[in-house]
């Protein structure tokens, strides 16, 4: 493979690892909690179960219906990263130089038969996703700032003040369009 691949591949695993924390910065503003406990309660819980735990959460604690929406556009957003990048973190990768890279994906045994398909992958592809995961975390960073502007939170008023949001919620939330 070569070293860009690596490096959208790293690039990946960072963006990934900062939604994950954005997703339990979100959890911790919403329970109040300080980010250390939050740590200890989720250290070893998946995205998956976190997002299953936010998904039942926030709608019994928050009443606003514009946060509500937003929340509701945002998570399977939020999904979707995760499906994409345990695409390319967990997947067989195949190269034969110079040709373009494939990996396995989705290898399955069902009713006696082995099924896996291949794909051909780009940096390019990856680093797509990257960046839609690191939109998606900053969308999870946003929805705790307006939280704290409403009222709801004061999880983050120490260390982010002097932050400034745009005064409403977007609508339909989309960091732009998914990768195909």
């Given at each position: 493979?070569?070293?860009?691949?690596?490096?959208?591949?790293?690039?990946?695993?960072?963006?990934?690892?900062?939604?994950?924390?954005?997703?339990?910065?979100?959890?911790?503003?919403?329970?109040?909690?300080?980010?250390?406990?939050?740590?200890?309660?989720?250290?070893?819980?998946?995205?998956?179960?976190?997002?299953?735990?936010?998904?039942?959460?926030?709608?019994?604690?928050?009443?606003?219906?514009?946060?509500?929406?937003?929340?509701?556009?945002?998570?399977?957003?939020?999904?979707?990263?995760?499906?994409?990048?345990?695409?390319?973190?967990?997947?067989?990768?195949?190269?034969?130089?110079?040709?373009?890279?494939?990996?396995?994906?989705?290898?399955?045994?069902?009713?006696?038969?082995?099924?896996?398909?291949?794909?051909?992958?780009?940096?390019?592809?990856?680093?797509?996703?990257?960046?839609?995961?690191?939109?998606?975390?900053?969308?999870?960073?946003e929805l705790i700032m307006h939280m704290q502007q409403k009222g709801l939170t004061d999880y983050l008023a120490d260390t982010f003040t002097g932050w400034t949001l745009?005064?409403?919620?977007?609508?339909?939330?989309?960091?732009r369009d998914k990768p195909t």
């Amino acid at each position: 493979m070569t070293d860009q691949l690596h490096r959208s591949l790293g690039h990946l695993s960072v963006a990934y690892a900062e939604l994950e924390d954005r997703i339990k910065d979100l959890l911790a503003a919403l329970i109040q909690q300080d980010r250390r406990t939050i740590e200890i309660l989720t250290c070893r819980t998946s995205l998956l179960s976190l997002c299953d735990i936010l998904n039942v959460l926030f709608p019994e604690k928050v009443a606003d219906a514009d946060l509500l929406e937003f929340f509701g556009e945002l998570m399977p957003q939020v999904d979707w990263c995760r499906v994409e990048r345990n695409k390319y973190i967990h997947s067989s990768w195949f190269t034969q130089e110079p040709s373009i890279p494939y990996i396995r994906s989705d290898p399955q045994v069902r009713n006696g038969n082995f099924r896996d398909r291949w794909e051909a992958m780009g940096s390019g592809d990856i680093r797509d996703t990257a960046e839609c995961v690191e939109e998606t975390a900053t969308g999870v960073f946003e929805l705790i700032m307006h939280m704290q502007q409403k009222g709801l939170t004061d999880y983050l008023a120490d260390t982010f003040t002097g932050w400034t949001l745009p005064e409403k919620l977007p609508r339909n939330f989309k960091p732009r369009d998914k990768p195909t």
